[in-house]
């Protein structure tokens, strides 16, 4: 027997709802790769890159079911019904998102409708980003010293505004550290609410755009800064926002900077000689 004999097999006519991580294929977990090299038909966002996919079964089908050119996504009922048309034709039907499916994903609104259909599912979890993004920019999502709680938040609602259904003012007091996703377009909006509830404007901010992708990017800034650096270096999606204390650690947490930094330092020694 294998030594990876715990792996499930992907029985045809399922739908297996997968987390790829927030990017680096290093992230996947065995599971979602085991899934990759068996799925008929891989449906995947946006989020799901290239070095991702290539693990995907040869002859596999991949089906893109993310935003196009800024058009909107293919709406949601489409998507599912897709997948229940899929599984019904005897696929095996990989549905993979960004992340992890449960979080921010619509893997929930999915997995419900599989489950109203009788389509057999399983979930796949993955590295969500608001956690493993998160370490990829040197902020720990916890720190006993700092944080006993840790909220996460979207940054707009299925209406693309700023969610209104949130206490703010108890989120302004009562939430040490703020973990926000697709919070860059109304940032602004959400300081404001922080602000006016009791948060310190002076409170740091990280943001982090495509964390633990070779193009990974982090800003250090304020609750009342944040919003103007965003428009001036025009920060766009994905990005995962931090609020609080936590950010602070990244001085001296920031593991891929400071190891980047030591490789060019060795590389420039190298070169004098
Ligand atoms: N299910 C996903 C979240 C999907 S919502 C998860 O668990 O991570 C999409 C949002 O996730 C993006 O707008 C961004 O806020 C965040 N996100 C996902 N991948 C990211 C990445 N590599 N870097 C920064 N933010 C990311």
Same mark, same amino acid.
């Given at each position: 027997?294998?030594?990876?004999?715990?792996?499930?097999?992907? $029985?045809?006519?399922?739908?297996?709802?997968?987390?790829?991580?927030?990017?680096?294929?290093?992230?996947?977990?065995?599971?979602?790769? =085991?899934?990759?090299?068996?799925?008929? %038909?891989?449906?995947?966002? +946006?989020?799901?890159?290239?070095?991702?996919?290539?693990?995907?079964?040869?002859?596999?089908?991949?089906? &893109?079911?993310?935003?196009?050119?800024?058009?909107?996504?293919?709406?949601?009922?489409?998507? #599912?019904?897709?997948?229940?048309?899929?599984?019904?034709?005897?696929?095996?039907?990989?549905?993979?998102?960004?992340?992890?499916?449960?979080?921010?994903?619509?893997?929930?609104?999915? @997995?419900?409708?599989? =489950?109203?259909?009788?389509?057999?599912?399983?979930?796949?979890?993955?590295?969500?980003?608001?956690?493993?993004?998160?370490? &990829?920019?040197?902020? $720990?999502? #916890?720190?006993?010293?700092?944080?006993?709680?840790? #909220?996460?938040?979207?940054?707009?609602?299925?209406?693309?505004?700023?969610?209104?259904?949130?206490?703010?003012?108890?989120?302004?007091?009562?939430?040490?550290?703020?973990?926000? &996703?697709?919070?860059?377009?109304?940032? @602004?909006?959400?300081?404001?609410?922080?602000?006016?509830?009791?948060?310190?404007?002076?409170?740091?901010?990280?943001?982090?755009?495509?964390?633990?992708?070779?193009?990974?990017?982090?800003? /250090?800034?304020?609750?009342? /800064? @944040? *919003?103007?650096?965003?428009?001036?270096?025009?920060?766009?999606?994905?990005?995962?926002?931090?609020?609080?204390?936590?950010?602070?650690?990244?001085?001296?947490?920031?593991?891929?900077?400071?190891?980047?930094?030591? /490789? *060019? @330092? +060795?590389?420039? %020694?190298?070169?004098?000689?």
């Amino acid at each position: 027997m294998s030594d990876h004999d715990f792996l499930p097999a992907f $029985p045809p006519g399922w739908v297996w709802l997968a987390g790829a991580g927030p990017g680096d294929p290093s992230l996947l977990t065995l599971g979602v790769h =085991s899934a990759l090299g068996q799925a008929d %038909v891989v449906v995947h966002d +946006a989020l799901v890159g290239g070095d991702i996919l290539r693990f995907a079964r040869p002859g596999a089908v991949l089906e &893109y079911a993310g935003k196009r050119g800024g058009r909107p996504s293919c709406r949601q009922a489409d998507i #599912t019904a897709r997948l229940i048309q899929l599984a019904r034709q005897g696929k095996r039907v990989l549905r993979l998102k960004g992340g992890d499916p449960f979080m921010f994903g619509r893997g929930g609104e999915e @997995a419900l409708e599989l =489950s109203r259909a009788g389509i057999p599912f399983r979930v796949l979890p993955g590295v969500t980003a608001g956690i493993g993004g998160l370490a &990829y920019g040197g902020v $720990p999502a #916890t720190h006993r010293d700092v944080n006993s709680a840790v #909220t996460f938040l979207t940054g707009h609602d299925a209406g693309g505004a700023v969610p209104d259904n949130l206490d703010w003012h108890a989120i302004s007091r009562g939430a040490p550290v703020l973990v926000i &996703y697709m919070g860059v377009r109304h940032f @602004a909006a959400i300081a404001e609410r922080l602000i006016a509830a009791g948060r310190p404007a002076s409170q740091p901010v990280a943001i982090i755009t495509n964390a633990s992708l070779p193009d990974q990017k982090v800003w /250090e800034t304020t609750i009342a /800064e @944040a *919003a103007a650096l965003i428009e001036r270096d025009a920060i766009g999606a994905p990005a995962m926002i931090v609020v609080g204390e936590v950010v602070r650690l990244r001085a001296e947490l920031d593991w891929l900077g400071r190891f980047a930094q030591r /490789e *060019a @330092a +060795a590389e420039k %020694v190298a070169a004098l000689g």
